[in-house]
């Protein structure tokens, strides 16, 4: 199957936050389905990294 990510859950997913249900970590981690991730999620995540590295030095 293909399942497009929210960009929450890849975060969640990949940091292993426990807000992320056992369901959805169970269709990421299984090889059979497709994992879609929109250009929107990748330019959310990059603003979400810009961000944290701004308060991280300011």
Known sequence: MKFLLDTHAIIWFFSGNPNLSNTVCEIIEDT???KLI???SVWEMAIKQSNLVKRIWD
Do not use: R
Request: proline share 0%.
């Open 32 to 34: 059979n389905n497709q």
């Open 38 to 40: 929109s250009l929107a």
